[in-house]
């Protein structure tokens, strides 16, 4: 293995019952570095991120990580920084408990994993927060408590706690106003910037990934069709349904969008 490979997925399967759901799925991703994962709703993006993460399946093939295969394995059952991967997902309630403070949450993963006591952890809450451009006050409040944005920095804030070297961000921007989006993008990439934390980006959105993705994997039915370099996939993506994904994205300038759905339809009518 390449010293410049922190995860790398070799020819991964999942199979729910007779439902072949992930087929032969490769993709690498470096140290330091964002790869975004698109496809259409059902492709199987979801159920890649949770095989890395420990909590789905995998039928067979290799999840290796900085060297050591962890397909299979739980959380628990992983060593060293393995342990420390972490998840963003679209809906910030899945990884924040509601009644509890927003200290609390970002204590919590801390203090179960044993990285600190719980002084120290009430200690890293107010540098964590400020991490995510969060005012130090909101550590006595409740995650309802606030916007849609907010909460998920919330949310990013506690995947921090570890100083993971890899986050799983499964749409993490997809129920946020556009605005909010923006400023939530920002968040992730000023992040990798200062933590050198890699990123495996899910979204069926290619153009939220276009903006903070380095390279880009393409996912339709199950496998893998392109991963390359994201201006070489989405300047010139090589396989029909890249270019299918690319030309349904929005475009902000209508007159742009109106040409490019002419293309859309002149190239669904030729495929
Ligand atoms: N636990 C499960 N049991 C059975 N089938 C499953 C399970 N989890 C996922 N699937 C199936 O696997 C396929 C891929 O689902 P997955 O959630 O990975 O898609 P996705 O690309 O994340 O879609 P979306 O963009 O809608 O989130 C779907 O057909 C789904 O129904
Ligand atoms: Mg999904």
């Known amino acids: 293995m390449s010293s410049n490979v922190l995860l790398d997925c070799q020819a991964v399967n999942t199979r729910f019952g007779s439902l072949h759901v992930l087929k032969d799925v490769s993709f690498d991703i470096r140290p330091g570095e964002t790869v975004g994962l698109v496809g259409e709703s059902g492709s199987g993006k979801t159920t890649i991120g949770r095989a890395i993460l420990g909590i ?3 039928t067979s093939g290799r999840i290796v990580f900085k060297g050591v295969d962890i397909a299979g394995q739980s ?8 342990t420390r991967i972490q998840a ?6 899945t990884s924040l408990n509601p ?3 927003v200290e609390d949450c970002l204590v919590e993963p801390m203090v179960a994993r044993g990285i600190a006591g719980l002084q120290e952890a009430r200690g890293r809450v107010r540098a964590l927060l400020d991490q995510v451009a969060l005012p130090a006050d909101a550590a006595q409040r409740f995650p309802r408590e606030f916007s849609g944005g907010q909460r998920q920095r919330v949310a990013i804030a506690r995947a921090l706690a570890l100083s993971p070297k890899l986050i799983v ?3 993490p921007v997809s129920a946020l106003d556009l605005s909010t989006q923006a400023r939530v993008l920002e968040l992730f990439i000023d992040l990798q910037q200062r933590t050198g934390v890699a990123y495996l980006f899910i979204s069926h959105d290619l153009a939220v990934v276009r903006h903070l993705a380095h390279r880009v994997a393409v996912m339709r039915a ?3 069709v ?3 370099d994201c201006d070489q996939v989405t300047a010139r993506p ?3 349904y890249t270019q299918r994904l690319l030309l349904a994205a929005p475009v902000a300038d209508p007159v742009r969008q109106a040409e490019r759905r002419a293309q859309f339809k002149s190239l669904v009518a030729g495929v």
């Not at 959380?75 to 393995?82: H, L, M, N, T, Y």
């Not at 963003?88 to 309630?93: A, G, K, L, R, W």
């Open 56 to 58: 789905g399946p995998v």
């Open 75 to 82: 959380p628990r059952e992983r060593k060293g920084d393995a």
């Open 88 to 93: 963003v997902f679209q809906d910030p309630y």
């Open 99 to 101: 009644s509890m403070t």
């Open 169 to 171: 961000c499964d749409e």
């Open 222 to 224: 199950g496998g893998i």
């Open 226 to 228: 392109e991963f390359g």
């Open 238 to 240: 090589s396989h029909p």
